[in-house]
Antibody, heavy 118, light 110 residues
Framework: QVQLHQWGAGLLKPSETLSLTCDVY????????WSWIRQSPGTGLEWIGE???????KFNPSLKSRVAISIDKSKNQFSLNLTSVTAADTAVYFC????????????WGQGTLVTVSS | EIVLTQSPGTLSLSPGERATLSCRAS???????LAWYQQKPGQAPRLLFY???NRATGVPGRFSGSGSGTDFTLTISRLEPEDFAVYYC???????????FGGGTKVEIK
């Protein structure tokens, strides 16, 4: 049974860097895309980006200049960095696994509320 | 960028009734990349359908997905109490590569 467990700081000040990590239990990295998605009342569900098992990344064009996603297969985890955060980045952030063929998200982390406030 | 528009925004129905949820795309979507999710308060979305009509593991048979091109539908034949939730459609496009979600339909108890 695949499980994703995410962790990271939940309260940031404007201009700081958001950092979240997602631990993957019970599955292989190969053949999947490991994604970050966020959800806020104002923008709904928004895909941030993804990484595959060889480290190839794709990002939402609207966030691309501020986003980095990395993978550490030795630790069975992948991570998100979002720089120069503002109040508009306040949201619940989810990590999720996307199936290679259909690009749908079959396993999700529990979600982390990240609040950006001075 | 493909925009997904879900309607209605809210559906007020009673248990036992049929629910029909619509997801319309601004341009044609490859059906293999169209998915539906259910989300309850405080939880992550749960995958219901992938490839527009393929039921995910554990999804009850009262749920069905259909459609192609720009029009997709999620149907719940007879609502059970646990089905009252928010439903989202999602697509993946590869030029440029991007995932987008619809705005959601809330199915609430009438």
């Amino acid at each position: 049974q695949v499980q994703l467990h995410q962790w990271g700081a939940g309260l940031l000040k404007p201009s700081e860097t958001l950092s979240l990590t997602c631990d993957v239990y019970g599955g292989s990295f190969s053949g999947y895309y490991w994604s970050w998605i966020r959800q806020s009342p104002g923008t709904g569900l928004e895909w941030i980006g993804e990484i595959n098992h060889i480290g190839s990344t794709k990002f939402n064009p609207s966030l691309k200049s501020r986003v980095a996603i990395s993978i550490d297969k030795s630790k069975n985890q992948f991570s998100l960095n979002l720089t120069s955060v503002t109040a508009a980045d306040t949201a619940v952030y989810f990590c999720a696994r996307a199936q290679g063929g259909h690009r749908n998200f079959d396993y999700w982390g529990q979600g982390t509320l990240v609040t950006v406030s001075s | 960028e493909i925009v997904l528009t879900q309607s209605p925004g809210t559906l007020s129905l009673s248990p036992g009734e049929r629910a029909t949820l619509s997801c319309r795309a601004s341009q044609s979507v490859n059906s293999i990349y169209l998915a539906w999710y259910q989300q309850k308060p405080g939880q992550a979305p749960r995958l219901l359908f992938y490839g527009a009509s393929n039921r995910a593991t554990g999804v009850p048979g009262r749920f069905s997905g259909s459609g192609s091109g720009t029009d997709f539908t999620l149907t719940i034949s007879r609502l059970e109490p646990e089905d009252f939730a928010v439903y989202y459609c999602q697509q993946y496009g590869d030029s440029p590569p991007k995932v987008t979600f619809g705005g959601g339909t809330k199915v609430e108890i009438k």
